[in-house]
């Protein structure tokens, strides 16, 4: 029995301390702090309390050592009135009056000697008292300065919660640049790389279809149109009657260059070559 009971108390503690553990990290720290200082609070008003009441005791204890201190001066002078009047008694030669004075100021002695040590204890007890009223005064001044320091503590503590809820908003928000806005939206830098590969698909597939024999066909097709165009345009010149070189085209220059000239060029510049030695 004592193995199981040992083992439930260790899991006991164990799961006091985690859902310690997993409170405080869920916890509000402004609500804690509050709590902190109410608690705060409460202690001072319990310690005021029993400081009161601990002066208060002082304050009673002296109000009994001053009636007793005042019914032993009472008894004191009690005491002598007696001695005096059996002593005028005893010169009055009046035994009776001296056995009863004498009985009544023994009496009185007796209470007085009774009254001076109770009266010595309320000394020592007024002086104790009075030493745990200081004491208690003394421990409320020190934790109402303690409180006080809490408070200022509180309002430091406030001001630099705050600061640090900001602070995590702003890096929160900083974190969501980098980071995906959700599992369906892509990020910014994800929707780059997607535009820049298609941008470089399509240059790569323009490249290659510029390299096709189609493309170059085309390009012979075009040329040849645009040689013909400017052959007709030449005709239509010469019906007008205008001149043609100035307005002589690069296309037509290019396109008036027939075999046959490059061949008469070809010619004479092996007739200038000088025959070879």
Not at 48 to 65: F, S
Not at 77 to 105: C, F, H, I, P, W
Not at 163 to 189: C, H, I, Y
Request: a negative charge; charged letters at 25%; zero cysteines.
């Amino acid at each position: 029995m004592d193995p199981m009971l040992n083992t439930f108390k260790k899991f006991w503690k164990y799961l006091s301390a985690k859902l310690s553990s997993s409170f405080n990290e869920k916890a509000d720290p402004k609500v804690q702090l509050e709590q902190a200082i109410t608690e705060a609070n409460e202690q001072h008003r319990r310690l005021r309390e029993q400081a009161a009441n601990v002066i208060a005791n002082q304050k009673q204890t002296e109000m009994q050592l001053n009636r007793k201190m005042e019914e032993l001066e009472k008894l004191n002078g009690n005491a002598r009135q007696a001695v005096l009047m059996a002593d005028e008694a005893a010169k009055a030669n009046n035994a009776t009056k001296v056995t009863e004075y004498t009985s009544a100021a023994e009496a009185f002695a007796n209470r007085l000697i009774a009254l001076e040590r109770e009266v010595e204890s309320l000394k020592t007890l007024a002086l104790q008292s009075a030493q745990a009223s200081d004491q208690a005064k003394a421990a409320v001044q020190q934790n109402s300065a303690a409180l006080q320091k809490k408070l200022a503590e509180k309002q430091r503590l406030l001001s630099q919660l705050d600061q640090a809820k900001m602070q995590e908003q702003m890096n929160k928000a900083l974190g969501s640049l980098r980071e995906t806005v959700g599992q369906d939206v892509p990020t910014f830098d994800e929707i780059s790389a997607k535009i820049e590969a298609k941008h470089a698909k399509a240059l790569a597939g323009a490249e290659l279809e510029g390299d096709s024999v189609e493309a170059k066909m085309l390009e012979v097709e075009q040329a040849t149109i645009n040689v013909e165009a400017q052959s007709r345009l030449e005709e239509i010149r010469s019906q007008l009657g205008l001149s043609t070189t100035a307005q002589e085209t690069p296309a037509v220059a290019e396109a008036s260059a027939s075999p046959a000239a490059e061949a008469e060029g070809q010619q004479a510049t092996a007739v200038q070559e000088p025959p070879a030695s």
